[in-house]
């Protein structure tokens, strides 16, 4: 065994590529990050090889490399790169921990730019070391007269990962400090491993070798070919061009470019909605035939998570259609006394004299009666502001920090937005913060559903991207920006004028939003990294109003309780409540708080996306189109949002269908869809024809004209669904040892809620219908919490006191879960 070390020089162009400045230019002081970064590296890196040569027999009627210690490679793929060759070269390539564990610093300190750009400095490394190491190869290759094939990596698309045990056992790879784990991971991770192959006439990375026919995406040959396909994108109203790599998956560079696509799977051909038309007739796989009927193969629509780009292409994505966003809530819950922490105070100070030598700030101090904070931003301004305006000025008070020093003009310009941040939606109110009056409503999509429907794929993908967490993050920071800019524009108003921002949402929410890890949160013992509330400058995170303004997000109870909870509870005063009331928020997390002033106790049901249209054969989020009600004793029997014709089914509409056929006796309290001959009612009877096969499976039609179908697996996820929120609440009123009498109230919360009918849920267990009568939908309880909280600073520290007082319920842990779990199925 042979090993080599080098010295490297490091591309910044590679350094931009990784950070995913392929055709775009940097924003300012990239540059200087990165190069200060290159800079650094040259002390961290540590480049070494460790390579052997390997003699080796192709074996003709197995068609397999057989080597002299008796392994063997059987992969038809690599096979066939290798059989030719005199001898294969079997290498292990690292540049050592030191700025994997200077890029995780940056990591742990919140830096995650800084740590982007220094674990790309450590790919750019990686390449250029492989490039010298290859470099030599062909060289030595060539004074024997041959020719050396493309490095060939285990863990590509036709090698198992797992073929990394055949390198480390003809190499000793811990001589260069690099060891394989159970799981074929390298340590330290800025390594790689691979082979190649020697000798005449072998395909070559240098010579017969076309990249648009190779599947090695990860050459680094390829990237300096540099060979990207143009696709030509139509989505929503808006056209663009982007620039795809060769062998790109679609669905991942349309995300990566900020086209939104719709799925609920974040890319991993499950769901069967990231439905574009492409120009050109593809290969379609059978499992993405199984989402696409003929008339949409007929019309050229694809799904883009299976489709590798190889070449130009026109595309046009398949838009659901605008979601339909609750922001109303009950008139009922008023905030009381406005007292925000953001206040405007005029002040007037004496000009200064040679007997008044006072500094401007002490002037300001003593005019205010405290001695008060001031940032540096706000120092530098104050002599101009107050010589412009005489001394007299107008001064942001935010709590005791001076944030913004005015002219006199702007005494009545104070405002505020809260937010809340929902898995698939967010709504946002814009209020003048002085008088408690709300000026602005807006309502939208969160742009994190592009990464998968749920918390937990969005979770999944901060682990599985380098850059997950920062996409996300910057998703909905620039999102934020975009609402200000909407109030700001319709409004009339300068966003310095908007002096702080109060947030909620369930915690991964909440965690992304601020850009801190929420990894921990999706495993056992699911640990979120705070739960507190947070108050941050917004300049830290980007936001643009005030430059001293301040984000605020209310505190958490638990990985899956998280502020929006908090904040409805805060709303609708159940902690101040003589009564008992059960207030549930259904959703892909079903949150639950049972209690009153005496006693708070909480839990989180893993409802799954069901009840917002994602795993539903026919599922919609609330769009127009979607069927939003159904009743079998009504001509038509269902209607749809925007009274458009039905293309899908959305929550709402999902309950109404199943609670009619258990209602009328077409399914059994098992779920089951019975046969013709089983049903009795005579409603039920009407409707026999209705009972068919779709996917080889008992289905229900509901509309002909669309083809739209509820098929018995769908049903069979509405019961896991409601199964869980049901168990949940039962194993609260278990724990504190109460029955459905003494509950006195039911509040149904956020969008969902709002929209089914009570009738329904209560018909297949979703409430228990003995708490029907009860029942009272309150709207947006979350968003009018943290409403709440921006008004009122005595909101805001009784947030504090709600989430110290709810207990929380594992349920997982819970012995009686699983029993009340699987009685909860049942209708």
């Known amino acids: 065994m042979d090993i080599r070390s080098y010295e490297i020089e490091i591309d910044e162009k590679s350094v931009l590529r990784y950070l995913g400045y392929k055709d775009s230019e940097p924003y300012k002081g990239l540059l200087d990050k990165i190069r200060n970064a290159i800079h650094d590296a040259y002390d961290l890196i540590e480049p070494l090889v460790c390579f052997d040569r390997d003699s080796f027999e192709y074996d003709h009627e197995n068609d397999a490399i057989k080597f002299l210690s008796g392994d063997t490679i059987n992969e038809k793929h690599i096979v066939e790169r290798l059989k030719s060759a005199e001898y294969v070269v079997m290498a292990v390539v690292t540049i050592k921990d030191g700025i994997e564990n200077a890029s995780s610093r940056f990591f742990d300190d919140g830096k995650y730019m800084d740590g982007m750009i220094y674990d790309a400095v450590g790919n750019a490394a990686l390449d250029k070391l492989c490039e010298k190491f290859y470099s030599d190869m062909a060289n030595d290759a060539l004074k024997e007269g041959f020719e050396v094939t493309e490095m060939i990596f285990p863990g590509d698309d036709k090698w198992d990962i797992a073929s990394q045990k055949l390198i480390f056992k003809n190499l000793d790879a811990s001589k260069i400090g690099?060891?394989?784990?159970?799981?074929?991971?390298?340590?330290?991770?800025?390594?790689?491993?691979?082979?190649?192959?020697?000798?005449?006439?072998?395909?070559?990375?240098?010579?017969?070798?076309?990249?648009?026919?190779?599947?090695?995406?990860?050459?680094?040959?390829?990237?300096?070919?540099?060979?990207?396909?143009?696709?030509?994108?139509?989505?929503?109203?808006?056209?663009?061009?982007?620039?795809?790599?060769?062998?790109?998956?679609?669905?991942?560079?349309?995300?990566?470019?900020?086209?939104?696509?719709?799925?609920?799977?974040?890319?991993?051909?499950?769901?069967?909605?990231?439905?574009?038309?492409?120009?050109?007739?593809?290969?379609?796989?059978?499992?993405?035939?199984?989402?696409?009927?003929?008339?949409?193969?007929?019309?050229?629509?694809?799904?883009?998570?299976?489709?590798?780009?190889?070449?130009?292409?026109?595309?046009?994505?398949?838009?659901?259609?605008?979601?339909?966003?609750?922001?109303?809530?009950?008139?009922?819950?008023?905030?009381?006394?406005?007292?925000?922490?953001?206040?405007?105070?005029?002040?007037?100070?004496?000009?200064?004299?040679?007997?008044?030598?006072?500094?401007?700030?002490?002037?300001?101090?003593?005019?205010?009666?405290?001695?008060?904070?001031?940032?540096?931003?706000?120092?530098?301004?104050?002599?101009?502001?107050?010589?412009?305006?005489?001394?007299?000025?107008?001064?942001?008070?935010?709590?005791?920090?001076?944030?913004?020093?005015?002219?006199?003009?702007?005494?009545?310009?104070?405002?505020?937005?809260?937010?809340?941040?929902?898995?698939?939606?967010?709504?946002?109110?814009?209020?003048?913060?002085?008088?408690?009056?709300?000026?602005?409503?807006?309502?939208?999509?969160?742009?994190?559903?592009?990464?998968?429907?749920?918390?937990?794929?969005?979770?999944?993908?901060?682990?599985?991207?380098?850059?997950?967490?920062?996409?996300?993050?910057?998703?909905?920071?620039?999102?934020?920006?975009?609402?200000?800019?909407?109030?700001?524009?319709?409004?009339?108003?300068?966003?310095?004028?908007?002096?702080?921002?109060?947030?909620?949402?369930?915690?991964?929410?909440?965690?992304?939003?601020?850009?801190?890890?929420?990894?921990?949160?999706?495993?056992?013992?699911?640990?979120?990294s705070f739960t507190s509330s947070i108050e941050v400058k917004s300049r830290d995170l980007e936001i643009d109003i005030n430059k001293e303004g301040y984000v605020v997000t209310l505190p958490m109870v638990a990985s899956y309780v998280g502020a929006d909870t908090v904040a409805a509870v805060l709303s609708s005063r159940i902690s101040e409540s003589d009564d008992i009331i059960l207030l549930v928020d259904i959703g892909t997390n079903g949150e639950i708080v049972l209690g009153n002033k005496d006693f708070l106790i909480s839990c989180s049901a893993a409802a799954g996306p069901a009840f917002e249209g994602a795993g539903i054969t026919f599922g919609l989020s609330g769009v127009e189109g979607a069927i939003d009600h159904v009743d079998f004793e009504r001509d038509p029997v269902f209607t749809t949002i925007g009274g458009k014709a039905a293309k899908g089914i959305c929550g709402s509409g999902i309950v109404d269908v199943v609670a009619e056929l258990f209602k009328h006796g077409i399914i059994d309290t098992t779920g089951r869809i019975l046969d013709k001959g089983e049903v009795t009612s005579v409603v039920g009877k009407k409707f026999l024809d209705r009972i068919v096969q779709y996917d080889h499976m008992p289905s229900f039609l509901i509309d002909e004209a669309g083809g739209i179908y509820l098929t018995q697996k769908d049903i069979r996820q509405v019961q896991l669904a409601k199964g869980a929120i049901q168990a949940g609440i039962n194993i609260l009123m278990k724990e504190m040892n109460i029955v459905e009498k003494d509950i006195k109230k039911v509040y149904l919360a956020g969008g969902f809620g709002s929209y089914i009918s009570v009738e329904s849920a209560a018909e297949i267990g979703l409430i228990p219908k003995g708490l029907k009568e009860k029942a009272v939908q309150i709207g947006n309880a979350a968003g009018l919490g943290a409403s709440f909280a921006l008004l009122s600073d005595e909101m805001l520290e009784k947030s504090k006191a709600i989430r110290d007082k709810v207990k929380y319920i594992e349920l997982s842990n819970n012995p009686y879960f699983q029993e009340e779990f699987l009685k909860s199925l049942y209708f």
């Open 178 to 528: 690099v060891i394989l784990d159970e799981n074929n991971m390298m340590h330290p991770v800025k390594s790689l491993s691979f082979v190649l192959g020697v000798g005449k006439g072998v395909k070559s990375s240098f010579s017969h070798h076309n990249c648009s026919k190779c599947d090695f995406f990860q050459c680094i040959y390829r990237n300096e070919k540099n060979i990207h396909h143009t696709l030509k994108v139509k989505y929503k109203d808006e056209y663009k061009e982007i620039l795809a790599e060769d062998g790109s998956n679609l669905f991942k560079t349309l995300i990566e470019n900020g086209v939104p696509v719709p799925n609920s799977c974040g890319g991993y051909h499950t769901c069967g909605k990231c439905k574009v038309i492409v120009s050109e007739k593809l290969p379609v796989t059978s499992d993405e035939m199984k989402n696409l009927s003929d008339e949409e193969l007929k019309k050229g629509v694809r799904l883009s998570c299976f489709v590798n780009v190889d070449r130009d292409l026109s595309i046009t994505v398949l838009d659901e259609g605008k979601i339909s966003v609750l922001t109303g809530s009950m008139g009922l819950f008023e905030v009381g006394n406005v007292n925000p922490r953001v206040k405007k105070i005029r002040i007037k100070l004496d000009i200064p004299t040679l007997d008044d030598q006072r500094d401007d700030f002490k002037r300001i101090c003593g005019a205010l009666g405290f001695d008060a904070k001031i940032p540096l931003s706000v120092l530098k301004g104050l002599p101009g502001v107050l010589e412009k305006n005489g001394y007299n000025a107008i001064c942001v008070l935010r709590r005791n920090e001076v944030i913004s020093v005015e002219g006199v003009d702007f005494v009545g310009s104070l405002y505020g937005v809260s937010l809340d941040i929902g898995t698939t939606t967010i709504a946002a109110y814009l209020y003048d913060i002085d008088t408690g009056k709300m000026i602005d409503v807006f309502s939208g999509v969160n742009p994190q559903r592009s990464y998968g429907a749920d918390v937990i794929s969005r979770i999944n993908y901060t682990i599985a991207k380098e850059d997950g967490l920062y996409r996300l993050h910057v998703a909905i920071i620039e999102e934020i920006n975009r609402i200000v800019d909407y109030f700001c524009e319709r409004q009339g108003i300068s966003n310095e004028n908007i002096y702080e921002i109060v947030m909620v949402g369930n915690t991964v929410m909440i965690h992304l939003a601020l850009g801190v890890p929420a990894k921990n949160i999706a495993n056992s013992p699911y640990i979120p």
